[in-house]
T-cell receptor, first 113, second 116 residues
């Protein structure tokens, strides 16, 4: 069983602060995706990281895939209320010719104005 | 119309009722998924369809019965559910199953199901 642990579970910060959240596993993944889910909506893909050590930036969000492809981090600079939501990471691993995603429990982020 | 559409958005039903959840995607994707999202638990993959063929059933109780009449539509038929089945049920689609972990999954907004 592939397990993904996300931390912290909950985070409440003031607008303008920086933060880093984590997605860790003892398993190796072929790639890892980050999604954001806002209340009343489905998850929306933010980024996919594929190569160990890869860093991707999406405006104020910086995603990094660990060298061993077992973990990932998301850093948000100068958080805004619009960043509020549930952040899910999902690791991909192959079963035969197909791959499947395993999701973490998510990180609930609240950014106060 | 765009993306993945789920209906109804909310459903309250008794344990003896029969109801169906509907999912429709307008993205031309070949793979579709049902997930269950409960509080404090990871998203649980329930069923996977590829080109209308079920390719995965993750030990889901028989009171949940999926149906995929074509590559654009996916149903989840519900019968004799239990209170612990109350959750958000999400439908998703992706281009296909090959390297699906590297492809984005496009989610609908879910059906919030409450079992009385």
């Amino acid at each position: 069983t592939q397990l993904l642990e996300q931390s912290p579970q909950f985070l409440s910060i003031q607008e303008g602060e920086n933060l880093t959240v984590y997605c860790n596993s003892s398993s190796v993944f072929s790639s890892l995706q980050w999604y954001r889910q806002e209340p009343g909506e489905g998850p929306v893909l933010l980024v996919t990281v594929v190569t160990g050590g890869e860093v991707k930036k999406l405006k104020r969000l910086t995603f990094q895939f660990g060298d061993a492809r077992k973990d990932s981090s998301l850093h948000i600079t100068a958080a805004q209320p619009g960043d509020t939501g549930l952040y899910l990471c999902a690791g991909a691993h192959y079963t035969g010719a197909n791959s499947k995603l395993t999701f973490g429990k998510g990180i609930t982020l609240s950014v106060r104005p | 119309e765009t993306g993945v559409t789920q209906t109804p958005r909310h459903l309250v039903m008794g344990m003896t009722n029969k109801k169906s959840l509907k999912c429709e995607q307008h993205l031309g994707h070949n793979a579709m998924y049902w997930y269950k999202q409960s509080a404090k638990k990871p998203l649980e993959l329930m069923f996977v369809y590829s080109l209308e063929e079920r390719v995965e059933n993750n030990s889901v109780p028989s009171r949940f019965s999926p149906e995929c009449p074509n590559s654009s539509h996916l149903f989840l038929h519900l019968h004799t559910l239990q209170p612990e089945d109350s959750a958000l049920y999400l439908c998703a689609s992706s281009q296909d199953l090959s390297r699906s972990g590297d492809q984005p999954q496009h989610f609908g907004d879910g059906t919030r199901l409450s079992i009385l």
